[in-house]
């Protein structure tokens, strides 16, 4: 007989069974710090109270009952390896919280990228001029080109008026694209490495770009037409540009504040997921050169323009709720329970055989 009184061990049983019966609705991960130190000790307890009737064979009814008990604990304490994840699994989650747990520099880039766009639409307001300065020549556009933009409407309809173009020509256009925005975004990315400094003028001169060949198009009463030739490539192009800004800024804030850490030690911890934001961003590039290429360059309606910009905009939504998902996915070391929950060693006090059968 155990030394411990009845209505003890009867008290000790009733809580072993309602919290097993409430780790069984929430899971292990999400009881509570003390409740899964308690479960550990009470499996302890109940596996060589289960050892001592079962060896003495007192009551069958009871062992019956302390071994479904003890079945129920040893499966959540002692659960199996999971099996062993893909690579492509593993690096979809250290993806996915990395762009949930770099949302502060994400913001940021969005922010400069938004102050430059705003800087840039006001200073071609201020002055017509100005697009020729902030516009370079690598775009493609001559002076004579920029001076009909700038002062006919007409030139603008026909600018932003879509015509059939071959596929191979689309092809080679799109490529060619993809090369030089994602050499934008490298070199955003890499030259974070001096304190961030660059990556900001970068961004901030990106936006404006934008902000002030937005400005000669809006003159127009009705920009429709620019917006659906904009933003079908705009939003994945300016998403991918801002996750390479965001991992320049990692590199910079990490060189630039490491705060009483050793600064090799903060930039060795920030360039994985600053790598990892770069490669959130080069399938952004693809899309944009397709889209660029092929929906751009086309004949199609501004309708159909329009909804594809909205469907990029609803994919990247969907993108950004499961990486939150991913990221609020709270993962639980319990191998510390190991040593509160393991049952007697062979030669101790009420040693037999405790394992649940």
Same mark, same amino acid.
Do not use: K
């Given at each position: 007989?155990?030394?411990?009184?009845?209505?003890?061990?009867?008290?000790?049983?009733?809580?072993? !069974?309602?919290?097993?019966?409430?780790? !069984?609705?929430?899971?292990?991960?999400?009881?509570?710090?003390?409740?899964?130190?308690?479960?550990?000790?009470?499996?302890?307890?109940?596996?060589?109270?289960?050892?001592?009737?079962?060896?003495?064979?007192?009551?069958?009814?009871?062992?019956?009952?302390?071994?479904?008990?003890?079945?129920? %604990?040893?499966?959540?304490?002692?659960?199996?390896?999971?099996?062993?994840?893909?690579?492509?699994?593993?690096?979809?989650?250290?993806?996915?919280?990395?762009?949930?747990?770099?949302?502060?520099?994400?913001? #940021?880039?969005?922010?400069?990228?938004?102050?430059?766009?705003?800087?840039?639409?006001?200073?071609?307001?201020?002055?017509?001029? &100005?697009?020729?300065?902030?516009?370079?020549?690598?775009?493609?556009?001559?002076?004579?080109?920029?001076?009909?933009?700038?002062?006919?409407? $007409?030139?603008? &309809?026909?600018?932003?008026?879509?015509?059939?173009?071959?596929?191979?020509?689309?092809?080679?256009?799109?490529?060619?694209?993809? +090369?030089?925005?994602?050499?934008?975004?490298?070199?955003?990315?890499?030259?974070?490495?001096? +304190?961030?400094?660059?990556?900001?003028?970068?961004?901030?001169?990106?936006?404006?770009?934008?902000? &002030?060949?937005?400005?000669?198009?809006?003159?127009?009463?009705?920009?429709?037409?620019?917006?659906?030739?904009?933003?079908?490539?705009?939003?994945? !192009?300016?998403?991918?540009?801002?996750?390479?800004?965001?991992?320049?800024?990692?590199?910079?804030?990490?060189?630039? #504040?490491?705060?009483?850490?050793?600064?090799?030690?903060?930039?060795?911890?920030?360039?994985?997921? &600053?790598?990892?934001?770069?490669?959130?961003?080069?399938?952004?590039?693809?899309?944009?050169?397709?889209?660029?290429?092929?929906?751009?360059?086309?004949?199609?309606?501004?309708?159909?323009?329009?909804?594809?910009?909205?469907?990029?905009? %609803?994919?990247?939504?969907?993108?950004?709720?499961?990486?939150?998902?991913?990221?609020?996915?709270? $993962?639980?070391?319990?191998?510390?329970?190991?040593?509160?929950?393991?049952?007697?060693?062979?030669?101790?006090?009420?040693?037999?055989?405790?394992?649940?059968?």
């Amino acid at each position: 007989m155990s030394s411990r009184p009845l209505r003890d061990r009867r008290t000790d049983l009733a809580r072993f !069974e309602a919290l097993l019966d409430e780790c !069984e609705r929430l899971r292990v991960a999400q009881l509570p710090f003390d409740e899964l130190r308690e479960l550990g000790r009470l499996y302890r307890r109940h596996a060589a109270e289960l050892a001592r009737v079962r060896e003495r064979d007192e009551d069958p009814e009871a062992v019956r009952h302390l071994n479904a008990l003890c079945v129920r %604990a040893y499966t959540h304490l002692y659960p199996s390896p999971p099996p062993e994840q893909n690579r492509g699994a593993g690096f979809s989650r250290r993806l996915s919280l990395a762009i949930a747990r770099s949302w502060r520099p994400q913001l #940021l880039a969005w922010a400069l990228l938004l102050t430059g766009l705003i800087l840039g639409a006001a200073l071609e307001t201020h002055d017509p001029d &100005a697009i020729y300065a902030l516009l370079p020549r690598s775009f493609g556009y001559s002076t004579s080109q920029l001076d009909r933009l700038v002062n006919s409407s $007409e030139s603008r &309809a026909e600018f932003l008026a879509g015509d059939e173009t071959p596929v191979m020509a689309n092809a080679l256009f799109g490529s060619a694209l993809f +090369a030089h925005n994602t050499r934008v975004g490298f070199l955003s990315f890499a030259t974070g490495m001096l +304190a961030g400094v660059p990556t900001v003028l970068l961004q901030v001169y990106n936006g404006l770009l934008v902000g &002030a060949l937005a400005s000669v198009f809006f003159a127009d009463p009705w920009p429709l037409e620019f917006l659906a030739w904009i933003l079908p490539h705009g939003i994945p !192009e300016f998403t991918a540009i801002t996750l390479c800004a965001a991992g320049g800024l990692l590199l910079g804030g990490a060189v630039a #504040l490491p705060g009483r850490r050793r600064r090799r030690e903060t930039l060795r911890d920030a360039v994985d997921p &600053a790598l990892l934001l770069v490669a959130a961003a080069i399938p952004l590039f693809a899309a944009a050169a397709l889209i660029e290429s092929f929906v751009r360059e086309s004949a199609l309606a501004t309708g159909t323009r329009l909804g594809v910009a909205a469907a990029m905009a %609803a994919m990247l939504l969907a993108a950004m709720l499961y990486v939150r998902r991913v990221a609020m996915r709270v $993962e639980v070391d319990t191998d510390w329970l190991l040593d509160l929950s393991a049952p007697p060693r062979s030669g101790s006090p009420g040693s037999g055989s405790a394992s649940p059968r």
